[in-house]
């Protein structure tokens, strides 16, 4: 599950991390004989041989350091060739407590949103027995009805490459809540976020959709989505240590890893993902390694040949070169090697499965900690690089644009931007505003995106490499803009250009000036609301009479009224966004009651500003008062229009409780 606050990509890079001592970490040796990688080519000469020992003894000076530097409390790798395991290791602690290690066959990790690719290889084997059509609408499936958006409808195809065009849904998302479990039936229906793209055209990554899917395999196939994925995928794989069921059964309860902030913090309830086929998984390192067999061998007993390579081969439109969804699948292009897999992440659990087909080769990792300033994300990217560079190399790109060119280029693609995984049409879009990345340019004339930095292990320096692309020389990953008559009009980097891309924010909407905007006119209402006590204190003071009398009096009066609302409306939204920051199963119904509260408050207090600020402004000039009166009444009226526009342009307002 990619939970929406991590996926503002405020990340920062693991090796500016500190260290942090764990103490000796106990390492569950790989059970399985080694296995040697075919020999090298000449042009790959320099490779390394993937062999238990080479990837063992690589990972064991990886590891260590990666958890440590990340503040991690515990890790499982699994490197698979083939039709068998290359390694399966634990790092670290399964529980810190009791100072349990990770055993890679029994200790279950939450892979998150890895989980989506059974879901997919569930539609896929429905596709096979022909009871579903990729390119059908899905109200064909449903006991309900999806409407058509600009009059196309939902397809199978367009949710399996995060295309159907939903906005982002996050309240029924994950708690630490057993009782928050809801029935696929209910959460389809229950759940249904508003669509905001044209089908087909634009990719949002979307977890409502992928549990849809389940909802589908459900109803087609006659069977809980659990029992169903017991039957048709853990079964045949003998995958003993993985479910779906939430909460765990009891066999399993005793094999599951904790889940922590960093190792030095408290242990966390078990999560509860509410969209349980985008994400609901638990397995060991070991029962994903089968999972990655059978896609490797062409499906294995899962799928017929012909459909798992239609699942892997299909490349879906993108931006320009970048990588771009299979079917379930995204790519990730690394040293000219077309790697197909799916990441995860939970609160506490951060994952990444990785397939590299032409070399029968697959890569799963996930760690059991958030880590230090994104320390999870930081590593898994680390480790695919690294991973690639030793056992898979590949040329660097050698393709420069002039100097000229590439200064003119970067500062076209300046600027700020919205990513096309949010809400739009209901409160939430509020994070927009918060979390708008920018791209910016230095005095060399080249581009960077802060915001991204963190999905790297290193820091990043993008070369142009062809018009509007660039590529970053720490890892080959590629950033590209798409531009139509003169104008960027999308930008998305190799990292989340499958399931997310960045448009420009519009100009009402671009927080280079609605930012300093706000923030000024908070800074406005605030001394106003303050200015009432404290003029009333210095007339008590000074044994002063009010200078305003009726109407004059009663505007004033009112604009202070509606200032200190505004303020308290403020101060609800920074509390629910804090609160549902430190547990964002608190957007279930915990919190329902201040959301509905704030959407009342929040147009009342801001058009009551602008109207009693006006009106005060008004009688200021009609009764000639003094020009320090009338500043002060206009730039309260313009912070009062600020404050209008951020509540109807980000929907603070209305009754809808699907967000």
Request: net charge negative; aromatic share 10%; glycine share 8%.
């Amino acid at each position: 599950m990619r939970v929406l606050r991590k996926l503002m990509i405020g990340l920062a890079a693991l090796l500016a991390l500190p260290l942090v001592a764990q103490g000796p970490v106990p390492q569950q040796p790989s059970q399985q004989p080694e296995r040697s990688a075919p020999p090298a080519s000449a042009a790959q000469a320099e490779r390394a041989e993937l062999d238990a020992a080479d990837v063992e003894a690589w990972l064991d000076g990886f590891m260590p350091f990666a958890l440590d530097r990340g503040q991690i409390a515990g890790a499982v790798v699994v490197v698979v060739r083939g039709d068998g395991p290359v390694l399966q290791k634990g790092y670290g602690f399964a529980d810190v407590a009791s100072r349990k290690p990770v055993d890679p066959q029994t200790t279950l990790f939450r892979p998150g949103s890895v989980s989506k690719l059974f879901t997919w290889t569930a539609v896929m084997q429905q596709v096979e027995a022909g009871q579903l059509d990729l390119d059908e609408d899905v109200n064909a499936y449903l006991d309900f009805e999806i409407p058509p958006y600009e009059g196309e409808p939902i397809t199978l195809r367009h949710i399996l490459t995060h295309t159907p065009g939903f906005e982002e849904s996050i309240r029924h998302l994950i708690s630490s809540d057993p009782d928050a479990v809801m029935p696929l039936q209910d959460y389809a229906r229950e759940a249904l976020p508003e669509r905001v793209f044209a089908p087909g055209t634009t990719p949002a990554y979307s977890n409502y959709a992928t549990a849809l899917a389940g909802y589908i395999v459900e109803r087609v196939s006659g069977q809980p989505f659990d029992d169903y994925v017991e039957r048709h995928i853990f079964a045949p794989l003998e995958m003993r240590y993985a479910t779906f069921r939430q909460p765990l059964p009891e066999a399993l309860q005793p094999h599951m890893s904790s889940g922590y902030p960093t190792v030095g913090e408290k242990a966390k309830p078990f999560e509860i993902v509410i969209p349980a086929p985008a994400g609901s998984l638990s397995a060991s390192g070991a029962a994903m390694g089968k999972f990655m067999m059978a896609h490797l061998n062409e499906g294995g007993p899962l799928l017929q040949p012909e459909t798992a390579r239609t699942m892997h081969d299909y490349r879906a439109p993108g931006v320009g070169p970048l990588n771009t969804m299979a079917l379930g699948f995204y790519e990730q292009w690394v040293n000219g090697r077309r790697a197909i897999g799916h990441g995860g992440d939970t609160e506490w659990f951060h994952s990444y499965l990785w397939l590299f087909p032409d070399a029968d080769i697959g890569l799963f990792v996930s760690v059991n900690s958030a880590g230090k300033e994104g320390g999870a994300q930081a590593l898994r990217s680390a480790l695919f690089h690294e991973f690639a560079d030793r056992y898979l190399p590949g040329p660097e790109p050698t393709g420069r644009v002039d100097p000229e060119t590439a200064r003119e280029h970067a500062a076209m693609v300046a600027g700020h931007y919205v990513s096309s995984r949010g809400a739009f049409t209901n409160f939430m879009s509020l994070l927009g505003l918060l979390g708008q990345l920018e791209i910016v340019v230095d005095e060399n004339g080249k581009i960077a995106m802060p915001a991204l930095d963190g999905l790297s292990a290193a820091a990043r320096d993008w070369v142009e490499v062809e018009p509007f692309v660039w590529v970053d020389t720490a890892t080959g990953e590629r950033l590209a803009a798409e531009v139509k008559d003169g104008r960027v009009v999308r930008v998305s980097t190799d990292a989340v250009s499958p399931f997310m891309v960045l448009e420009p924010a519009s100009a009402g909407t671009n927080t280079a000036w609605l930012m300093p905007a706000l923030i000024l006119a908070l800074a406005l209402v605030l001394l106003a609301a303050l200015a009432w006590p404290v003029r009333a204190l210095v007339r008590r003071h000074f044994q002063a009479a009010f200078a305003l009398e009726n109407d004059a009096r009663k505007a004033w009066r009112l604009s202070r009224i509606f200032a200190w609302l505004v303020l308290l409306a403020v101060f609800g939204w920074v509390m629910l966004v804090v609160t549902f920051s430190g547990d964002i199963g608190s957007l279930g119904g915990p919190l329902d009651w201040l959301i509905i509260l704030l959407r009342i408050l929040t147009p009342i207090a801001t058009v009551g500003l602008l109207a009693a600020s006006a009106w005060h402004l008004w009688l200021c000039f009609r009764d000639r008062r003094r020009w320090t009166m009338k500043v002060g009444g206009a730039l309260l009226v313009l912070a009062a229009l600020v404050l209008v526009w951020v509540t109807f342009a980000f929907n603070l307002y209305g009754f809808s409780m699907v967000y």
